[in-house]
C-alpha cells in the first residue's frame, strides 16, 4: 500500500530505502530537492514539543525546512510565550485537521499576583498592580471552583481573533482597543498545584477555545489583585502527550521520519472503518463502488487498513469526503 512514503529513486538518504550517508553534508539539500520533486513524501501526524519563544507558524516553517515538505500544518495554536505540545500534520494528513482529536487540552501553568499586563502574560507592558497582602492557600480554592464546568469568557485583547478583517493583537499594536464578544469554554477540572504569596500553580484540563491567559486575569479580579499568567506547559492535547512529544534540536539529528509518524485512525474524532488492502487502489481513485457497506454508521467516517487513514466518506449513501493514501 505504502501511503506513508513513495520510495526515494535517487541516491538520498529518506529513512525509508536507507541509502546515503548520514554524514554527507550535501545530504539534506538532496533529499529536500527529491521531496520537491514528489519521489519521497510524508504522510502522518507529527507530535512536536514547541519550545519557548517560537510561533506556531514558525514551528511549521521549521518542519517544512528540515522535510523539504510544502503540506505541513499543525492543530491547537500556541503562542511565542508558551511551550509544549504541538500537534503536526504532514503530507495528505493535512486534510484530516478538521477531525484531529484537540481534547481534552491540559495545561500546567504558573501565575504572578500584584501585576496585571496587557497582554495578560509576562511579555506585555504593565497596566495595573496591586500590592500585600495577598491571598492563602484556601482562599485561592475558593475561587477555582467559581472556573470549573462551563464558562463565559472574554478573550484577551491581545490575541488572534478577528474584528473587522484584522487579527485584535495587531489592532492593539496600532493603538486601538477591539472588542471581543465572549465566549463559552469548558473547564473540565482546574486544581492548585502549588505556590504562595503571589506566584501560584495551576493544572488545567479544558476544552478548545479556551484562554488561560483570562482565567488567570478573571482569577485575580475575584481575589481582589492584579494578575498575569508567567508561564505555560501544554502536556496534553487529545491523544498527542509530553511523554511522546519530539523537540525540535532532536528532529535535526533524525532522517528516519516514518518513524516518528502517527497515522492510527484513533486519533480523529470520527468513527473509523478498516478496510482490506484490496480496496485501496481503487479507494486512492475515489471509486464509489470500493466503499465497504457500513452498518450503525452515519455521517462522516474513516476508513482505514493496516492502522492507517486511506479516505474519509460520508453519508449514507456513502461518497468521499477527502481521500489520503497514495500508491
Not at 87 to 114: C, D, F, Q
Not at 221 to 242: E, K, M, P
Not at 288 to 300: L, Q
Request: aromatic residues 6%; contains cysteine; hydrophobic residues 40%.
Amino acid at each position: 500500500m505504502g501511503p506513508l512514503w513513495k520510495v526515494c529513486t535517487s541516491r538520498t538518504f529518506c529513512g525509508n530505502c536507507r541509502i546515503g550517508d548520514r554524514n554527507d553534508s550535501k545530504l539534506s539539500s538532496r533529499w529536500r530537492k527529491t521531496v520537491k520533486e514528489g519521489l519521497c513524501v510524508l504522510n502522518g501526524f507529527l507530535n512536536l514539543y514547541k519550545p519557548l519563544g517560537m510561533s506556531s507558524h514558525q514551528a511549521v516553517s521549521k518542519i517544512r525546512m528540515m522535510t523539504g515538505q510544502k503540506q505541513v500544518g499543525h492543530a491547537g495554536t500556541l503562542d511565542p510565550m508558551a511551550e509544549g505540545v504541538l500537534p503536526i500534520a504532514m503530507g495528505s494528513y493535512t486534510r484530516l485537521l478538521e477531525w484531529t482529536n484537540l481534547v481534552p487540552k491540559v495545561y500546567h501553568a504558573h501565575m504572578t499576583l500584584g501585576t496585571q499586563t496587557h497582554s495578560g502574560d509576562r511579555e506585555g507592558y504593565v497596566v495595573a498592580e496591586s500590592g500585600a497582602p495577598f491571598p492563602n492557600v484556601d482562599q485561592i480554592a475558593t475561587v477555582l471552583r467559581w472556573f470549573r464546568g462551563e464558562i463565559l469568557q472574554f478573550p484577551p485583547q491581545v490575541s488572534a481573533l478577528k474584528q473587522g478583517g484584522r487579527r485584535a493583537y495587531d489592532l492593539v499594536r496600532h493603538g486601538r482597543t477591539p472588542w471581543l464578544a465572549p465566549r463559552h469554554t469548558v473547564v473540565e477540572d482546574i486544581r492548585l498545584t502549588g505556590g504562595q504569596n503571589r506566584c501560584w500553580s495551576l493544572e488545567l484540563t479544558v476544552g478548545s477555545g479556551t484562554y488561560i491567559r483570562a482565567i488567570v486575569r478573571d482569577m485575580g479580579f475575584i481575589l481582589g489583585h492584579a494578575a498575569s499568567l508567567q508561564s505555560l506547559l501544554r502536556v496534553r492535547v487529545g491523544s498527542f502527550t509530553l511523554e511522546n512529544a519530539h523537540r525540535l534540536d532532536q528532529l535535526n539529528q533524525h532522517t528516519d521520519w516514518k518513524r516518528l509518524l502517527l497515522t492510527r485512525p484513533s486519533l480523529l474524532t470520527i468513527p473509523a472503518v478498516a478496510v482490506t488492502g484490496r480496496a485501496i487502489p481503487d479507494l486512492v481513485h475515489g471509486k464509489i463502488s470500493a466503499i465497504p457497506h457500513i452498518e450503525g454508521e452515519s455521517g462522516v467516517v474513516s476508513l482505514s487498513c493496516d492502522n492507517v487513514v486511506v479516505a474519509v466518506v460520508e453519508g449514507p449513501p456513502w461518497r468521499f469526503r477527502k481521500v489520503i493514501g497514495k500508491e
